[in-house]
């Protein structure tokens, strides 16, 4: 019925696992009951990922050119599975709302919001994150250009800001400062580094090196 | 967010029956909306149907008609050269709404069913006819600065447990309402279709629905029919920043001209109606004229008269009738 996705069927052990979990919990509480509030909340939260009953979902993906296979819950978003399951915490979590920018990232060469797609629906394709943008240690053009032109302050929109710069240049839509201005708009930057960021997008379009 | 069960159809056809089969599930398409909508709680689907590898994705002329697939990118038709050539009041529109992420995500039949961004919508804690039906809508006695000013029927202060004064978001939508747009629709029963202006629904009645689409039916593509409007378009948006904001309010305006007079007519207005609002009087209106900024005033107040503010948003009533003006204008090409 469904293309190329395994929807792992409940398995066999499920109650066995609970009954582990439920027993696990108990004796926790039993040990630490006299334990500070906090501390018991943590030692009892579950440790793989979201709560909840919904079937799990195998899922494949490229992620800055490494094949990723995982089986996921499928309310994650591509933005937490990158972050919380990947490690890969160069993309930020801003609004969480697609408001802001700060968690874009390339799918499939486009730039994308992670916060507003369920990872589940990347099945297939080719992400890149912040981190598979510069070779190693070499930064990308754009990367070094923000720097020199002081493009940010606090840092926290940077990543989505560079994700976004690229894929401006790319598209095509980097020929003026108004131009740059308005393919942006979908990235804010609280500090307000937005000239800096402009002269940066500008600058390393001009150069015409290969983005 | 609630657990739901994750489902990849393959076929227009299957997608259809899964629906069919189960009526808490929901088609999702780019989910710039309905992610949202599901971690807010607003939607919570019990299936969710990935329809995003279903072969939608076409833009093609044929014959007498530009047909853009339901999950044509809104990056993509914003660049495709029939719809730059043909149709470029719709790349105007799409451009103007939202930004590069999210146009190079949004599909075409997600913008025509995107929810309100009424606040009132997506706050659990206030009362809304259109998330909760019977609980009252919070915007008319709140801030309702960004709200409708056409109502259209007994919606707005008559029946308070149906009345909803929120405005359809769309930028796309108000562009292809002017363009007389058919929406082609597919479900267990087989294939229909509709006008667009018959597609979404003033808030009369049931305010919770935004459209006159049945459930478990698929928007699987629209159809615009050549006209002879490309040359004297225009869409003008004005919104509270330069950029990626959602219309205060928008014109679409499509003419046809010969020999320094206006022939054929059409316009539409965004961010003022709970569906992209048809301005059907201009055609009669303008019609053998020539094009003057007198003539484009009149044209403004005579379907200003008909709007009705709320406490907060009589400003809009001047600003739709100055934004008629200049859209006209910049369409005939007078300054």
Known sequence: ?????????????????????????????????????????????????????????????????????????????????????????????GCDFGQCGACTVHVDGRRTLSCLTFAVMQHGSKVTTIEGLSDGEKLHPLQEAFIKHDGFQCGYCTPGQVMSGVACIREGHAGSAAEVREYMSGNLCRCGAYPNIVDAILEVKKEGVKV | MKPFQYLRPKTVAEAISMAADYPEAQYMAGGTNLVELMKRGIASPSKLIDINHLPLKKIEHRYDRLRIGALALNSDVAKHKSVLSRQPLLAQALLAGASGQLRNMATVGGNLLQRTRCSYFYDLALPCNKRKPGSGCGAEAGINRTHAIFFAGNGFGGNEKSSCIAVHPSDMCVALTALDTEVVINGTGGERRVLLKDFHRLSTLQPELDTNLQPGELVTAIEVTDNAFAQHSHYLKIRDRASYAFALVSVAAALQMDGGRIWDARMALGGVAHKPWRYWAIDLMLRGQAPSEKLFREVAEHEMQSAKATAQNAFKIKLTSNAIVAALKAATGIS
């Open chain 1, 1 to 93: 019925m469904t293309m190329d996705i395994d929807h792992d069927a409940t398995p066999p052990d499920a109650e066995n696992e609970d009954r582990r979990f439920f027993l696990k919990q108990s004796m926790l509480f039993a040990g630490l009951s006299m334990a500070p509030a906090d501390f018991l909340y943590a030692a009892v939260a579950p440790d793989d990922g979201p709560v909840g009953n919904a079937v799990k979902v195998k899922l494949s993906l490229t992620v800055n050119g490494k094949r990723k296979r995982i089986s996921i819950d499928p309310r994650m978003t591509l933005l937490d599975l990158l972050r919380e399951n990947l490690g890969l915490t160069g993309t930020k979590k």
